[in-house]
């Protein structure tokens, strides 16, 4: 994966807008092959200037957090990932998915069935994105599980917030003051 995804000019455009506006930004998008029938599959994107890229090329631990919150317009769902580079400070960057939205719900459902998950690094410079690198994950049985019960509750919530009150943009509002970075690893949790 030598050139990274091939993202849409307007993706890159926004995304590279974002990194100058508010700092790292990640995404995660779903690729498939064309005329193929697998089900789609999950990548993450992740957008930062330049220095804070390479910062993490190489040799990094991974600690990752899907999220969900339940709101009285709807639910969110969050990625939250951070990279430690040996001896450096971490990059931190999160996405919401919108269960509502067919790119949601299929990325979503992707982080349940993939056993890998390919996280792509692009350096924003000049208002666009480079692609600098790409790191591939484990997306172990226990995380798998977790993605696909974060599904169920997050499209049960979604049926359950009536028509009138669904807002993505207001639930996730309700939600943002519980968001966390970075991700800390494992065996720094309590």
Avoid: C, W
């Avoid at 999950?42 to 910062?55: D, F, G, I, L, Y």
């Avoid at 982080?111 to 792509?120: A, F, S, T």
């Avoid at 591939?136 to 599904?151: D, K, M, P, S």
Wanted: charged share 30%; hydrophobic share 35%.
């Amino acid at each position: 994966m030598s050139d990274g995804l091939n993202l849409p000019e307007r993706v890159r455009s926004s995304l590279a807008r974002a990194v100058e506006e508010r700092g790292v930004q990640a995404r995660v998008v779903s690729t498939q092959k064309r005329g193929s029938m697998r089900p789609p599959t999950a990548h993450v994107v992740v957008a930062a200037p330049a220095e804070r890229v390479e910062a993490v090329r190489g040799p990094a631990r991974v600690a990752r957090r899907l999220e969900t919150y339940k709101t009285p317009y709807g639910p969110v769902v969050r990625l939250a990932l951070s990279i430690y580079p040996e001896g450096k400070e971490p990059l931190s960057a999160a996405t919401l998915l919108d269960v509502s939205q067919v790119s949601g719900d299929a990325a979503l459902a992707g982080l349940g069935r993939q056993n890998k998950i390919h996280v792509h690094f692009y350096r924003a410079e000049g208002g666009d994105l480079r692609y600098a690198f790409s790191k591939e994950l484990t997306n172990a049985r226990q995380q798998r599980e977790e993605a696909r019960e974060i599904l169920r509750i997050a499209r049960e919530s979604f049926r359950e917030t009536p028509q009138e009150r669904r807002s993505f943009r207001r639930a996730v509002a309700a939600a943002s003051s519980r968001f966390e970075l970075p991700i800390p690893l494992p065996e720094e949790q309590g």
